[in-house]
């Protein structure tokens, strides 16, 4: 399969977790990294990962509602949850989709769709610990 390349960039970190994370080809951003278990500031993979699929997924969406020529109303809210496990730690996604002006089985025909076309929803589609859905309510629990 020969790859058509339509964007391409390079980002680094070369302070790991307490200092900063930037795109070094392709743009100019810069963030600043800490712990996400202390209260310095910062942001962290978890919240990096959350970020890019539902950035990734609804921008997916919303280019379906406007081939169905519909009103762009989805929003998507990721909630990332990291925790133990031997060796080290694992995240674990939950993707809470709304897509309120349509019926339920239109909803669930176009996020399947755009599940399949999202780049960062494919990347992550073979893990137990990514869970994608429609919901009617956000609902994030504190429970592990």
């Known amino acids: 399969m020969t790859e058509k390349i339509l964007y391409q ?12 994370a930037k795109v070094i080809q392709g743009g100019d951003l810069d963030v600043l990294t800490s712990n996400p278990v202390h209260d310095t500031p910062g942001t ?5 990962i959350g970020l890019a699929l539902a950035t990734c997924l609804n921008a997916t969406i919303e280019a379906e509602e406007k081939r169905r020529d519909l ?3 989805s929003v998507v809210r990721v909630g ?3 925790g133990f496990d031997d060796p080290g730690f694992q995240f674990w996604l939950d993707a809470q989709v709304k897509i309120p002006q349509v019926e339920p089985q239109e909803a669930e025909e176009i996020l399947a769709k755009c ?3 999202c780049p960062v929803a ?4 073979n893990s137990d610990n990514v869970k994608v859905h429609l919901v009617n309510e956000f609902n ?3 429970e592990g």
């Open 9 to 20: 960039t390079v980002v680094e970190n070369s302070e790991g977790i307490n200092g900063h």
């Open 44 to 48: 962290n993979p978890e919240q990096l």
């Open 71 to 73: 009103p762009h109303k």
């Open 80 to 82: 990332i949850k990291m």
């Open 115 to 117: 599940e399949k076309r």
């Open 122 to 125: 494919k990347l992550l589609q």
């Open 140 to 142: 994030f629990n504190e």
